[in-house]
């Protein structure tokens, strides 16, 4: 069975540092992975989501993300989180079945 | 362009009681699923319908039902609501190799 792990459950950052939130998946096969976000009180939103091709994926809000297979990871990173960042992150694990899983999330919090 | 509609947004329950929550997407997508939220939980997947006809046990599927009436239309059936339902559920659709597409969710309380 898939299943996605979020480390970090809190993250603290100043505004203006940069930003990586750790995701780890386990497949048995390829799978796709999306990063979304949620702000308090408000639906989910595609940052990113990788297929297939390359590795390194851009995403909306000047995200990123690297899928990598060797080490079952699919970290989202920022190079300059804003306060406007400041929101809850899910990364997901899609299957060729069509199921879609989430990890449990990882809240970002940025001090001025 | 509706998208996903979730019916209804709020509903309150006493336990025991039964309720089914109405989802329905109008962007011929295939899949089908629906979530629910907890704090600190994430979402986590109830059921879960690949495609027309068919439906899937997710992460938590016990104490609900779910019906795929057709292509547009996926419903969650709670028979005898608990505390422990408590939630905010989601509905979402999509095609191959798309993201997921959420409707605004259901705020469930089981008195």
């Known amino acids: 069975a898939q299943s996605v792990t979020q480390p970090d459950i809190h993250i603290t950052v100043s505004e203006g540092a940069s930003l990586e939130l750790r995701c780890n998946y386990s497949y048995g096969a390829t799978p796709y992975l999306f990063w979304y976000v949620q702000s308090p009180g408000q639906g989910l939103q595609l940052l990113l989501k990788y297929f297939s091709g390359d590795t390194l994926v851009q995403g909306i809000k000047g995200f990123e993300a690297e899928f990598k297979r060797s080490q079952s990871s699919f970290n989202l990173r920022k190079p300059s989180v804003h306060w406007s960042d400041a929101a809850e992150y899910f990364c997901a694990v899609g299957t060729g079945y069509q199921k879609v899983t989430f990890g449990i999330g990882t809240k970002l919090q940025v001090i001025p | 362009n509706a998208g996903v509609t979730q019916t209804p947004k709020f509903q309150v329950l006493k336990t025991g009681q039964s309720m089914t929550l109405q989802c329905a997407q109008d962007?011929?997508?295939?899949?089908m699923y629906w979530y629910r939220q907890d704090p600190g939980m994430g979402l986590r997947l109830i059921y879960y319908s690949a495609s027309e006809g068919t439906t899937d046990k997710g992460e938590v599927p016990n104490g609900y039902n779910v019906s795929r009436l057709n292509k547009r239309e996926f419903s969650l059936r709670l028979e005898s609501a608990a505390p422990s339902q408590t939630s905010v559920y989601f509905c979402?659709?999509?095609?191959?190799?798309?993201?997921?597409?959420f409707g605004s969710g259901t705020q469930l309380s089981v008195l």
């Open positions: 962007m011929n997508h295939n899949s």
């Open positions: 979402a659709s999509t095609r191959v190799n798309e993201k997921l597409f």
